[in-house]
């Protein structure tokens, strides 16, 4: 390791390496970098002894300061596939990434970093993309290695953004909020991972430059983070979790007294600490996406009971009852409009509640119109759109609402067949197995990993057999297999928690009391109470754990809930009353029933998550940088004070809705510090004209037209970093449409090697080759806008593979199957 250190010091910032326990990744083109014109507002100081140079202080020392919580956040996504939830590693990473998309304006983030080095700015982009594909297989080390990737790019721009001693200060800081990671770990119970955190920032400590300078400049300092260390691996060891989240305090609190040695600014360090109390910030967001269900949670569980809702809406369009499935949709928007579910929607996928919304505009029309192909293609947009949400707001707890959306299908294909449309009630299960094996909200995989002979059990043994027995109209088969299928979908939402279960079950009996209501509308009575029969039935015999939940998170709503709002849905089927009415008074129930639960639940982790936050509020009160900030900017300090106090607020509540307003305000705050405060970017971006002057100088070309053209068969929303649908399934001869529905300027480029053999080659922009394609969008043409499609006709049956230029290493790609 010595010998490692003494060679990077003599290489300077060319080696990437300097990064704490990064690979070395050397750029010309970051060297360039280094001579970037500084604004009137920096004061270069030169060099240092040892011939580093020195500290630059104004808006570009705040961007290299936000540039480490990206760092930071990296290793907390790697910190939670260690903790075993490899899942919401990956989700974190999809937030990094979005917020990173949208860090916009002239001191943005990604502005910034495009405009200091285009070789980091690539660079980390791919391997933040390689982070959470690695996470989402269950590649942890994969990700780590991505992570150090990633950060090292960004190091690089540090460098040449701040100078090479206030990078050393950041890189400190770096391994400091790298050790509180291991508090998180603890706190979900993995203590190896914790361990395995203390070792892996122990050796990146050793392999930095920073660890003889920290040595030199503060040796209390540095023996006290290498005593922390130590510390997490033997409390570790112990599965002492208090002991472990102690001692992680202690080595953050160790690199944060080292940083004010290193460096004479003490701006650079104040604002670097802000940094590290914003990569807490979003620590504690983790921790609560990591450990179990939350108000997030509770507010997918109401997208869930949606999709279940609209797709009884086109039921009964198909059936004829025009005025009732338009009542459907009508009152899902109402609810929406309401309901808590539409900002956290909102806020955490901008394009997905957008289609939303859109999606039940023209659902409502369509049923208006009669339109019976509108009316399939609007439901299939709300449900895909809500997918996104639900996967956005659940994270790795989204399989088991998908669990509750396909007991409540299964449902819906038992009533067709009982009313003489075995068909249709065969094709619905298909989608249902399309699903499935598409693995959508991730539900495939993680039932395998729950039980292979569970998985089994209820794919080939169940799920096959009750869509045979559906084309074969065998009265026996269906019934078995419809009760296979969901004894094995409530002994998977079993294996978790009482309070992620009851989103599940909140989805399933909702969808059975509609089913009621749909069935009376039809004129079934005597079906409509048997199906609210079959909703009480499921809740009496413990609907796995959801019922004492609710009785124990609050009794009086439990009444309201079983006797009241459940027996009014009976009572009405069974006198002939208003079952609808009566299915919408106990929807309401439900979902306050699930929100009850998750709240009462939200237990250690949702503690130990607000105080995370309430910790950062304690240090920032007694650190140095609290004057620093309220002497720079009396309005930054007093946003930054108030957006921690609703943050913590919050987190006691089960919400982590405040991370990004906290997250925003102690970037503004690191501005104000460095004395650049009418720098900051507003609120998650930037400034708005910097994008419209961007997208001014692209251009589209052949088959890249405003709006959507009607005669389009299929729609692709081409979102932030993602095409929805990732794959589509067409006809030869159909007339596909890429939407632009959010985010950057995007194209749409078929991979040369994944087309069928006779086939045309097709891109945005009309180019005839993927190196033209790809060359076109440096040249900015090819583009898709806002407000834009491309438009593409399929005249060749295969799988085109195909992706879009810009966001490709975030993995933006996706397929399309023609069938003859």
Known sequence: MPQRRDLLKTVGIAATGLLAGCPSQGSSESNTAANTETTAQEATAGTDSSGESGVSVGPMTAVATEWNVYRARL????????????????????????????????????????????????????????????????????????????????????????????????????????????????????????????????????????????????????????????????AAGSEDASGVTEQARAALDATVSGAYALVQEESVAGAGHLATMQARGWDAAALAAGGGAGADYAHATTLNTYRARVHDAGWLARAGELDTAATMVEDVFAHFESAAAHDALEEADGEAYEAFESGLSDLSSAIENENTEGVASAVETVDTNLVAGIEALAGGNAPVLQSGFFRARFADARELYRQGKASRAATLVSDLFGRFEKNQLDFHETLEETS???????????????????????????????????????????????????????????????????????????????????????????????????????????????????????????????????????????????????????????????????????????????????????????????????????????????????????????????????????????????SEETESSLSGGPNVVEGVPEDADHVVDMQAVAFNPEELTVSVGDKVAWKHAGGEAHNVVAYEEELPEDATYWASGGFESESAAREGWENGKGAVQSGQSYVHTFETAGEHGYFCVPHEAAGMVGTVVVEE
């Open 452 to 690: 292979e002979d569970l998985y089994h059990r209820f794919e080939e043994e169940h799920l096959a057999g009750l869509q045979s027995a559906y084309e074969n109209g065998e009265d026996d088969a269906v019934g078995t297999h419809h009760d296979g299928v969901l004894a094995a979908l409530l002994e998977f939402e079993s294996a978790h928690s009482a309070a992620v279960a009851s989103g599940s079950g909140a989805t399933y009996m909702a969808g059975l009391t509609f089913d009621a209501a749909a069935t009376s509308t039809l004129g079934n009575a005597d079906r409509a109470a048997s199906t609210a029969q079959e909703a009480l039935a499921f809740f009496e015999s413990g609907a796995a754990g959801y019922h004492e939940a609710l009785e124990d998170a609050n009794e009086d709503l439990y009444h309201r809930f079983e006797d009241e709002a459940l027996g009014g849905v009976i009572s009405a089927a069974n006198d002939g009353g208003d079952v609808y009415a009566a299915a919408k008074t106990f929807y309401g129930a439900a979902i306050e029933s699930v929100t009850a639960v998750v709240g009462s639940s939200s237990g250690e982790t949702g503690a130990a998550a607000a105080s995370i936050v309430s910790d950062v509020f304690a240090t920032f009160e007694n650190a140095a940088v609290h004057d620093k900030l309220e002497n720079a900017d009396a309005a930054a300090y007093e946003g930054y004070e108030a957006a921690l106090n609703d943050y913590v607020a919050g987190l006691e509540s089960g919400s982590t809705d405040g991370a990004t307003a906290f997250a925003d305000a102690a970037r503004t705050a690191a501005f104000a510090v460095v004395g650049a405060v009418d720098s900051a970017p507003s609120g998650s971006g930037g400034h708005s004209g910097e």
């Open 75 to 234: 290793y907390d996504a790697v910190a939670l596939g260690r903790a075993g939830a490899p899942g919401a590693g990956a989700t974190v990473a999809q937030n990094i990434f979005a917020r990173f998309e949208g860090a916009s304006g002239e001191y943005g983030a990604h502005e910034q970093l495009e405009s200091t080095s285009k070789a980091a700015y690539e660079g980390f982009e791919e391997a933040l993309g390689a982070v959470q594909s690695s996470l989402s297989e269950g590649d942890v080390s994969g990700a780590a290695s991505a992570a150090n990737e990633a950060s090292g790019h960004l190091q690089t721009a540090q460098q040449a953004a701040a100078g090479q001693r206030a990078t050393r200060v950041l890189d400190l800081l770096l391994l400091g909020s790298r050790a509180s990671n291991a508090a998180m770990a603890g706190t979900l119970g993995a203590f190896e991972g914790a361990a395995t955190i203390a070792e892996e920032t122990m050796t990146a400590f050793e392999d930095a430059l920073v660890y003889s300078q920290i040595e030199e400049a503060d040796a209390e300092s540095y023996e006290a983070f290498e005593s922390a260390l130590a510390g997490i691996s033997s």
